[in-house]
């Protein structure tokens, strides 16, 4: 059974950092595009930011870039997102998730697989 573990959310001060983490288990998914969304209270859940299979290509949402990067380390079936100078508008919950295919996902129909989300939550 697939499962993705996030761990790695919590409250901080704007302009603050966190680190999230992503665990899958199941299957490998080192083959396969992951990303990071995010859904804050009765808004949809939009990409935050995606990478292919090999981590050469990437993708982040226009208010993200030059404070967030995704990574991941295929051999621990892990995907990260580090997230610095956070602003109060950053807050919501944030969700991984993986493709069955190996390219960049930018909605949510690209995905296969979710975990059960993290909350960030940024006090201004």
């Known amino acids: 059974q697939v499962q993705l573990v996030e761990s790695g959310g919590g409250l901080v001060q704007a302009g603050g950092s966190l680190r999230l983490s992503c665990a899958a288990s199941g299957r490998t998914f080192s083959g396969f595009g992951m990303g990071w969304f995010r859904q804050a209270p009765g808004k949809e859940r939009d990409i935050v930011a995606t990478?292919?299979?090999?981590?050469?290509?990437?993708y982040y949402r226009d208010s993200v870039k030059g404070r967030f990067t995704i990574s991941r380390d295929n051999a621990k079936n892990t995907v990260y997102l580090q997230m610095n100078s956070l602003k109060p508008e950053d807050t919501a919950v944030y969700y991984c998730?993986?493709?069955?295919?190996?390219?960049?996902?930018?909605?949510?129909?690209?995905?296969?697989?979710w975990g059960q989300g993290t909350q960030v939550t940024v006090s201004s």
């Open positions: 998730a993986v493709r069955t295919s190996g390219g960049l996902g930018f909605s949510r129909s690209a995905y296969a697989y």
């Open positions: 990478i292919s299979w090999s981590g050469g290509d990437t």
